[in-house]
């Protein structure tokens, strides 16, 4: 199984940019996805997850009023939607597979990662 994320960039605060992951290769049934982001020094957060149709989603609560996971229902494809960057947006943002259809806040429950997509905000 593969991850690809992408969407990330260098920003200005105040601008929004639209995340996108790919799941590729071997298909196990349903499951859910997930968005973590790193900061420098920091550790790995759970930003948003998403269920198998798309409707169940779960949000760091410091960050729902910005942050919006969408999924087509059964697709191979998740988004993560950020306005009003802030500099302290700044990280790795993650996509994650988890072989099950219900979400879940914990990275430990999931069972592939991607690479990675930076996003840089600037002041």
């Known amino acids: 199984v593969q991850l690809q994320a992408s969407g990330g960039g260098l920003v200005q605060a105040g601008d929004s940019l639209r995340l996108s992951c790919v799941v590729s290769?071997?298909?196990?049934?349903?499951?859910?996805m997930g968005w973590f982001r790193q900061a420098p020094g920091k550790e790995r957060e759970f930003v948003a997850s998403v269920n198998w149709g798309g409707s169940w989603k779960y949000y760091e609560d410091s960050l729902k009023a910005r942050f919006a996971i969408s999924r087509e229902y059964g697709g191979n494809a998740a988004y993560l939607q950020i306005t009003n960057l802030k500099p302290e947006d700044t990280a790795v943002y993650y996509c994650?597979?988890?072989?099950?259809?219900?979400?879940?806040?914990?990275?430990?429950?999931?069972?592939?990662w991607g690479q990675g997509t930076q996003v840089t905000v600037s002041s």
């Open positions: 994650a597979v988890r072989e099950s259809m219900l979400p879940s806040r914990f990275s430990n429950e999931y069972n592939y």
């Open positions: 290769g071997r298909t196990f049934g349903n499951y859910a």
